[in-house]
């Protein structure tokens, strides 16, 4: 048994509605996070306990389920915490206070005749991910166990169902507000945001005006993790409303994946029709979604009316400023250079040509930068430009009679069908127009305090080496299934340490086969 507070509850009963996890049949530990135990302060036997041990649950409070709307792919729904509990909130011995809360745990009163239930490949996959992102430095739901429920879940066919303990600063989301503003009182909206602010931003509150400088506050976390995103190659794939959290962590993990070859256009979840979400629409949609919270704001901005729209406005429009500072402080680093360096982005952003036009590896390319490039400098510049060509190569830019291209019986999943030599690619060009700005970035670099010591350090600590591989994933996720988990945990300890170059683990910074990017996809949490 574990100590937990409910401070939530003092929200107006619209906001919740209490329900008992579903009684689990023979459930079973499957994995539990020790160190995570740890940070939280709580003993790894009483995580057990509350799964393995009905007296255990039955002696803690009644858990609860979060009421919420939010804009999905565009539109407005009423949603909640349709196979989500909130089992109360875990004081740190750091000073934290965080939500423990399960998924998967049975039907609530926000179901909408879905089954609340979850199967044991997305909880596993949600677990991996997000300790993934987590490592990666990128603020994030953590996952502090998944257990088996020893129940059967109809999908396209029958799969294990499973629970998640997820553990995040708070699940209040753009989507609680919306659902406030829509389908609540104008004092529940006010009380939703007191207590926003209580929780999570108590410096707001002492400020001139504290709604707007919590909606300033938010904004900021959310364009900085959404900056690490995209220094990372992560595309969340359902940024609706209801999954952008108010405390700034990233969280709900179903469709999300990595990007393997550069590409803005990137997705791959099999719901995105149009590319709502894809990799480079990121920035806007987020943008979007800030709007939808402000307008939900509006009436706790002024008791004016046009007073409030013009407030709003002059908030919303701090955003693309807001957003280019993050993305170019993070780029820049990525390549070396100081944050706000001016040369920063458009030498980044001509890189992302070159990538995008060869169709680049984005977390190879800048490994190779990181590792190579900026050491062999002064060697021939031959040297100088291979491990940016190898990189090329590996993805889908072959040029068949090139010497230094591996043969294709090295792709993983060989699909000569789909590889398909570039159709205007001329290697020479490519080569010569490398070099330019290769010359230009070291310039850059040299020119820079610290110079290519620095640079280095800072891409060291920008550019992952090992980010969880789409391919990589699934091969861990279908042995899981089947009960072995050697793959699971061997992924697991190597994106616990992406930025350290370990050696032994290199067939994990590989992107897959051509075949494989060709036909992935990733669904909805099933
Ligand atoms: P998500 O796509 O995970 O953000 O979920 C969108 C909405 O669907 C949320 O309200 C979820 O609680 C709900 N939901 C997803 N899966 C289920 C399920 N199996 N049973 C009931 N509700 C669900
Ligand atoms: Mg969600």
Redesign the pocket.
């Known amino acids: 048994m574990f100590c937990l507070g409910y401070s939530y509850l003092s929200l107006p009963e619209t906001f919740y509605s209490r329900a008992q996890p579903e009684a689990w049949e023979s459930p079973s530990l499957v994995v539990l996070n020790i160190p995570l135990c740890q940070d939280l302060g709580i003993d790894p036997q009483a995580v057990a306990d509350y799964f393995l041990k009905p007296e255990v649950r039955d002696g803690m409070p009644t858990p609860f389920a979060q009421a ?1 709307a939010g804009h ?1 792919f565009g539109h407005f729904t009423r ?6 509990l909130v089992i109360g909130e875990r004081d740190t011995p750091d000073g934290r206070r965080v939500d423990l809360q399960l998924k ?1 745990s049975g ?2 009163a ?9 199967t044991l490949r997305a909880m596993l996959r949600e677990y991996l991910i997000s300790e993934a992102m987590h490592h990666l430095d990128v603020d994030s739901s953590r996952s502090l166990a998944v257990v088996r429920t020893g129940r059967q879940v109809r999908r396209e066919s029958l799969q294990e169902g499973a629970v998640l303990l997820r553990v995040m600063v708070s699940h209040i989301r753009v989507g609680t507000f919306e659902y406030a503003a829509r389908l609540a009182t104008e004092a529940d909206l006010r009380a939703l945001a007191d207590y926003s602010i209580h929780r999570l931003y108590p410096q707001a509150a002492g400020d001139e005006h504290p709604v707007l400088s919590l909606f300033h506050r938010v904004m900021q976390r959310q364009v900085d993790i959404l900056a690490h995103w995209m220094r990372v190659g992560f595309i969340h794939g ?1 940024m ?1 409303t ?2 952008t959290a108010i405390s700034g962590e990233t969280f ?1 993990y ?1 469709p999300c994946a990595f990007l393997n070859a550069y590409h803005p256009a990137t997705r791959y979840s099999s719901i995105d029709r149009y590319g709502r979400y894809a990799f480079g629409r990121q920035p806007q949609i987020l943008q979007w979604n800030l709007t939808r919270w402000m307008e939900s704001l509006l009436p706790l901005l002024h008791t004016d009316p046009n007073q409030a729209l013009t407030l709003a406005q002059k908030a919303v429009d701090a955003y693309p400023v807001a957003w280019r500072v993050a993305y170019s402080d993070l780029m820049c680093q990525k390549i070396g250079l100081p944050p706000g360096n001016a040369e920063g982005d458009t030498l980044f952003s001509d890189l992302l040509l070159m990538m995008e036009r060869w169709g680049c590896d984005y977390t190879q390319t800048f490994h190779a930068l990181t590792y190579g490039a900026i050491e062999s400098v002064n060697d021939s510049q031959m040297e100088v430009d291979l491990p940016f060509f190898a990189t090329a190569y590996r993805t889908s830019t072959i040029s068949p009679n090139d010497p230094n291209v591996p043969p294709a019986s090295t792709y993983p999943p060989n699909n000569p069908a789909a590889i398909s030599p570039a159709e205007n690619y001329v290697d020479s060009d490519a080569r010569c127009e490398y070099q330019a700005w290769h010359k230009r970035w070291i310039e850059a670099v040299d020119r820079a305090p610290g110079g290519r010591a620095k640079a280095r350090q800072r891409m060291q600590a920008s550019n992952p080496v090992f980010i969880p591989r789409n391919h990589r994933v699934e091969e861990a996720l279908d042995e899981a299934e089947a009960g072995r988990f050697e793959a699971f945990n061997r992924l697991l300890e190597v994106v616990s340490e992406p930025y350290r170059n370990r050696i032994e683990f290199m067939e994990y910074s590989t992107p897959p086969g051509p075949g494989f990017e060709a036909t992935y996809q990733t669904f ?3």
Request: charged letters at 20%; aromatic letters at 6%; one cysteine or more.
């Open positions: 919420y999905q949603l909640g915490d349709g196979r989500a998967g039907p609530t926000y179901s909408r005749g879905g089954d609340g239930q979850a359902v609706n209801d999954n709900d179903g909805c949490g099933t």
